[in-house]
Structure formats: structure tokens, C-alpha cells
Nanobody, 124 residues
Framework: QVQLVESGGGSVEAGGSLRLSCAAS??????MAWFRQVPGKEREGVAA???????RYADSMKGRFTISKDNAKSTLYLQMNSLKPEDTAVYYCAAVAHWDCGSWWSNRWQYNHWGQGTQVTVSS
């Protein structure tokens, strides 16, 4: 059974940076992703890393966010730079045992493993 635990959230001023971590137990070679959710809105895909190491990003995060994975540490990361107030949300780590989620990585309903979430607050 895969368990995911996020850390690294917090409060930062606009233009600042944060790095989120997601420690995975029972981790094999999954498709892993970051999602975020604001109260009253749908959970949206932020970025994903496919089993072959390739990455996918939502358009609004390209150039600002970087997803990476350390297989030796079974840890997923999200480096967030140039943060904006609209990036304020609860960020979730997700995983699914699928070799190639490249075409549907942002579909939250495809993931069956989730972390508890970590709050990111960006002030203007």
C-alpha cells in the first residue's frame, strides 16, 4: 500500500519560493503528481512526473514550478518560484500505478493514492 506524506508548505510573500516534498512509502515506479485546491473550487493538476522521468505542467505553472523525483529517497518534490497570491491553496501529492499517465495526468479521478495536503499561502 502506498502512503504519501507532504511537507514544506508555509507562508511566503509574492515573488518568493517554496519547495514541497512528498515522501512515499511502498513506492515503486508510479506516475506521481501535484495537485492543488482552493475552497469551493475543483482540485487542479499542477505538475506530474511520468514513470520514464518525463514531466508535465499546467500552463500557468510552466517556467515557475519544477517537479522532480529522487528515487533513492522515494521522494517527490515541487520547487515553486515566483509565487503569486493566486498560488495560495492546499497542495496534494498523488500517485497511481500506471506506466504512462502523460495524456491524462491532470485528471484527479485517475489517482488512487493521495497525501493529506500541505497549505501554501502567498501574500501580496
Amino acid at each position: 500500500q502506498v502512503q504519501l506524506v507532504e511537507s514544506g508548505g508555509g507562508s511566503v510573500e509574492a515573488g518568493g519560493s517554496l519547495r514541497l516534498s512528498c515522501a512515499a512509502s511502498g513506492y515503486v515506479n508510479y506516475c506521481m503528481a501535484w495537485f492543488r485546491q482552493v475552497p469551493g473550487k475543483e482540485r487542479e493538476g499542477v505538475a506530474a512526473i511520468i514513470s520514464d522521468g518525463s514531466t508535465r505542467y499546467a500552463d500557468s505553472m510552466k517556467g515557475r514550478f519544477t517537479i522532480s523525483k529522487d528515487n533513492a529517497k522515494s521522494t517527490l518534490y515541487l520547487q515553486m518560484n515566483s509565487l503569486k497570491p493566486e498560488d495560495t491553496a492546499v497542495y496534494y501529492c498523488a500517485a497511481v500505478a500506471h506506466w504512462d499517465c502523460g495524456s491524462w495526468w491532470s485528471n484527479r479521478w485517475q489517482y488512487n493514492h493521495w497525501g493529506q495536503g500541505t497549505q501554501v499561502t502567498v501574500s501580496s
